[in-house]
């Protein structure tokens, strides 16, 4: 019986709420950003150093994944604009 409730909880534990953003990596979501606006409108809408000065995909990365509330925005930002790409094609 023990089994049954353990393989209960692991079920549960794999199922995942309606995440917009299951699946998507923190390398796609910024690729897709700077392919859509540039760095510098990036920098814009999100003024952070990662965008600013020198921007790279890496340091980018490296900065977002150590940087909670950046990583909140920059991921609020896909979504609000994933919701217009192809609308205006």
């Given at each position: 019986?023990?089994?049954?409730?353990?393989?209960?909880?692991d079920?549960s534990?794999r199922?995942?709420?309606?995440?917009?953003?299951?699946?998507?990596?923190?390398?796609?979501?910024?690729t897709?950003?700077?392919a859509?606006?540039?760095?510098?409108?990036?920098?814009?809408?999100?003024?952070?150093?990662?965008?600013?000065s020198?921007?790279?995909?890496?340091s980018?990365?490296t900065?977002?994944?150590?940087?909670?509330?950046?990583?909140s925005?920059?991921?609020a930002?896909?979504?609000?604009?994933?919701?217009?790409?192809?609308?205006?094609?």
């Amino acid at each position: 019986m023990m089994n049954t409730e353990k393989n209960n909880a692991d079920t549960s534990k794999r199922q995942h709420p309606k995440d917009p953003l299951h699946g998507i990596s923190l390398k796609e979501i910024v690729t897709q950003l700077e392919a859509i606006y540039g760095w510098e409108e990036l920098a814009e809408r999100i003024p952070i150093n990662c965008f600013k000065s020198n921007p790279s995909l890496k340091s980018s990365l490296t900065f977002l994944r150590k940087t909670p509330w950046a990583r909140s925005k920059v991921e609020a930002l896909y979504l609000k604009s994933k919701q217009n790409w192809g609308k205006y094609k």
